[in-house]
């Protein structure tokens, strides 16, 4: 069964970083877009970044400058580093990803959630 498996969440300080990895498993044929997602409790759920399989990024205005999206094809794995953290930040982040099961099948996946908590 395809997995995506999180890992690098944690407790940090304001201003301190961490790195998220999500790396997918299973029977994958080959991985197109990947990136990450967050929610806070009692929030909507948001994207933070995305990265294509053209190496393209995307992010939201509240994390540039300050978050970046990479990936590492040969590992099938997304990371985010996270830089200047504020507690704003704390949520519950999220790898998403669209992996090709086959040559002509692209289904989208959900990590199970990794906890980062940023305090003041």
């Known amino acids: 069964q395809v997995q995506l498996v999180e890992s690098g969440g944690g407790l940090v300080q304001a201003g301190g970083s961490l790195k998220l990895a999500c790396t997918a498993s299973g029977s994958i044929f080959s991985i197109n877009h990947m990136g990450w997602y967050r929610q806070a409790p009692g929030k909507q759920r948001e994207l933070v970044a995305l990265i294509t399989d053209g190496g393209t990024t995307n992010y939201a205005d509240s994390v540039k400058g300050r978050f970046t999206i990479s990936r590492d094809n040969a590992k099938n794995t997304v990371y985010l580093q996270m830089n200047s953290l504020k507690p704003d930040d704390t949520a519950v982040y999220y790898c998403?990803?669209?992996?090709?099961?086959?040559?002509?099948?692209?289904?989208?996946?959900w990590g199970q959630g990794t906890q980062v908590t940023v305090s003041s």
């Open positions: 998403y990803a669209w992996l090709y099961l086959d040559f002509k099948t692209l289904k989208t996946f």
